[in-house]
């Protein structure tokens, strides 16, 4: 007789989770914000910043590194590879990496990957599982033409922060969240604050009242 399989209570416990990076490129605002957009949609978050990230927070924000650590769920050091979004039995629902400087995306576009960050966004690919990619770097040679050419034929998402004049921005702030929201969009996430063509602004509303017959 075959035995009998025991369950395992906390097997079935299904959480979502999502891969936050931040590189070192200009624009680290958009990697605090998602990390604060999370627990407002229920996402588990699993954090890792490069050395140079941390040199980036610095610069532009008031904040210390630890205390962007300290708004997410699970803060791992980029020399980690043994952490578990190192690995693709841990699963996640994807990565965004924000911002995602020409080192990073050059990195997970060879393959050669040097740092948790990089490896877990590798592994994001290999997994099938969505990796968005808010590059920053203007204007772009043909070198990085060619690598984000590359990184799209692998599966992933390249979504560089552009402004969305159309939703009519008061503050640096209101930019940063439609991004944040787009890039939570492409995942199947819906966070309120993003303003939407035909719904929440009046100029892409259509008339569509019957006519009169």
């Given at each position: 007789?075959?035995?009998?399989?025991?369950?395992?209570?906390?097997?079935?416990?299904?959480k979502t989770r999502l891969v936050v990076g931040i590189s070192?490129?200009?624009?680290?605002?958009?990697?605090?914000?998602?990390?604060?957009?999370?627990?407002?949609?229920?996402?588990?978050?699993?954090?890792?910043?490069?050395?140079?990230?941390?040199?980036?927070?610095?610069?532009?924000?008031?904040?210390?590194?630890?205390?962007?650590?300290?708004?997410?769920?699970?803060?791992?050091?980029?020399?980690?590879?043994?952490?578990?979004?190192?690995?693709?039995?841990?699963?996640?629902?994807?990565?965004?990496?924000?911002?995602?400087?020409?080192?990073?995306?050059?990195?997970?576009?060879?393959?050669?990957?040097?740092?948790?960050?990089?490896?877990?966004?590798?592994?994001?690919?290999?997994?099938?599982?969505?990796?968005?990619?808010?590059?920053?770097?203007?204007?772009?040679?043909?070198?990085?033409?060619?690598?984000?050419?590359?990184?799209?034929?692998?599966?992933?998402?390249?979504?560089?922060?552009?402004?969305?004049?159309?939703?009519?921005?008061?503050?640096?702030?209101?930019?940063?969240?439609?991004?944040?929201?787009?890039?939570?969009?492409?995942?199947?996430?819906?966070?309120?604050?993003?303003?939407?063509?035909?719904?929440?602004?009046?100029?892409?509303?259509?008339?569509?009242?019957?006519?009169?017959?």
């Amino acid at each position: 007789m075959a035995a009998k399989l025991q369950e395992n209570p906390g097997k079935n416990r299904a959480k979502t989770r999502l891969v936050v990076g931040i590189s070192g490129a200009s624009g680290v605002a958009y990697g605090i914000r998602l990390l604060e957009a999370l627990p407002e949609l229920g996402i588990e978050s699993h954090l890792v910043i490069t050395r140079p990230g941390e040199m980036t927070i610095g610069y532009e924000t008031k904040l210390k590194p630890r205390d962007v650590a300290g708004k997410a769920d699970k803060a791992y050091a980029v020399e980690d590879i043994a952490a578990p979004i190192a690995s693709g039995s841990f699963k996640t629902a994807g990565m965004i990496v924000a911002p995602a400087s020409v080192r990073t995306w050059s990195e997970i576009a060879t393959g050669v990957t040097t740092n948790l960050l990089t490896r877990a966004a590798d592994v994001t690919l290999k997994e099938r599982r969505p990796l968005i990619l808010m590059v920053r770097e203007s204007p772009l040679h043909l070198g990085h033409l060619r690598s984000l050419a590359q990184l799209a034929e692998m599966g992933a998402i390249i979504l560089p922060p552009m402004p969305a004049f159309y939703a009519e921005p008061q503050a640096i702030s209101d930019h940063v969240d439609q991004m944040v929201g787009r890039a939570l969009d492409l995942l199947g996430y819906d966070w309120p604050l993003v303003k939407r063509w035909g719904e929440d602004l009046a100029k892409g509303r259509r008339n569509t009242r019957a006519k009169k017959t």
